[in-house]
């Protein structure tokens, strides 16, 4: 009987250590790969021997020190429900320690306004081979009216037709009041191949390249944190341009949520896709409303990035003011 006990000792003993050793052979199959890092590197094809690293991050979502993400998950969703949400995404970056939380985060919006953001950079980009660009003058013409998308928001319309420019003013306007006129006389002003290895470094498009491709707001916030680090731009540039974004005249969002005294360099982007009914009746099928930025809060400076599915566009900026709200309060907590 006593060997019969020792004989299962030993099974159980030898049963043990092979499954110790499988887990270690799927860990080190598979462990190591979803736990490498995420490397974006300036893709630029004009040079040959150098590839920058423009931002670096680990794959795997980390718990930030403030904000616990089953609390963060229930509360997103609780408020998504509140405000009869179809869909939403939540993105948040620690940008002392690079920690970060997400909730729907991989879900894909039409981004909208928001791609004012990588134009421009772009646009900055060729500021840095020639900085006297910022003061060419060019005519706001007729085109530039025409090829405008309608806006559902109300714009101060500062680009009037047939008045002459400085492309600094008309940047400005473009960020500032994310005026879609102005973002049409700025395409004229960039290289496409400076726009295309934009995109490519930061990999932010799921399906494709292009100016009008959904997007993901975890990768979305990557042009923010390139601004931030001064990794693409040079340093003088990356300042021009969050500076830009902070006199940002949207505060139905992010700011709406936080304290008027904390400072945000933020963009926001809505849309609202159709369903054609006939030839003359349109009806609004989905409306969509993102928010992203980096506040720059005393403690810790952090990127906040809300986007959102639905059918009332004033509850939808609750949504992502309640979201701020939280986020910032936690944060000082």
Wanted: charged letters at 25%; a neutral charge; aromatic letters at 12%.
């Amino acid at each position: 009987m006593k060997k019969f006990k020792n004989i299962q000792i030993i099974y159980l003993v030898v049963g043990i250590l092979i499954g110790l050793l499988f887990s270690f052979i799927i860990y080190s199959l598979y462990g190591k790969e979803e736990s490498r890092p995420n490397i974006f590197r300036d893709k630029n094809k004009n040079f040959v021997f150098t590839s920058p690293i423009l931002d670096y991050e680990e794959l795997s979502q980390m718990t930030s020190s403030s904000l616990g993400y089953n609390s963060f998950n229930k509360m997103t969703h609780s408020l998504a429900e509140k405000y009869g949400l179809s869909g939403f995404s939540v993105y948040f970056r620690d940008l002392n320690d690079g920690q970060w939380v997400g909730v729907n985060e991989k879900d894909a919006f039409s981004p909208a306004s928001l791609m004012k953001t990588p134009l421009l950079i772009a646009f900055l980009k060729n500021v840095e081979r020639d900085p006297s660009l910022l003061n060419k003058k060019m005519i706001a013409d007729e085109k530039y009216f025409k090829l405008a998308t309608p806006q559902n928001f109300e714009v101060n319309n500062k680009i009037r037709q047939g008045q002459t420019y400085t492309l600094r003013e008309v940047i400005e306007v473009m960020i500032e009041d994310s005026d879609n006129v102005a973002a049409t006389m700025i395409f004229e002003h960039i290289r496409e191949e400076d726009f295309s290895s934009l995109l490519r470094a930061v990999g932010v498009f799921e399906g494709g390249e292009s100016y009008n491709s959904d997007i993901r707001v975890k990768d979305f916030a990557s042009f923010f944190r390139i601004l931030y680090n001064a990794s693409y731009l040079n340093r003088e540039m990356s300042e021009f341009a969050l500076s830009i974004f902070a006199k940002s005249n949207f505060n139905q969002g992010i700011s709406a949520g936080l304290p008027n005294s904390v400072i945000v360099a933020n963009k926001y982007g809505e849309r609202t896709l159709g369903q054609k009914i006939n030839e003359k009746t349109t009806i609004a099928r989905e409306r969509q409303v993102h928010d992203c930025g980096i506040i720059y809060n005393d403690k810790n400076p952090y990127i906040l990035c809300v986007m959102t599915k639905g059918n009332d566009f004033t509850k939808q900026l609750s949504f992502i003011k309640e979201i701020s709200s939280y986020t910032y309060k936690n944060i000082n907590n």
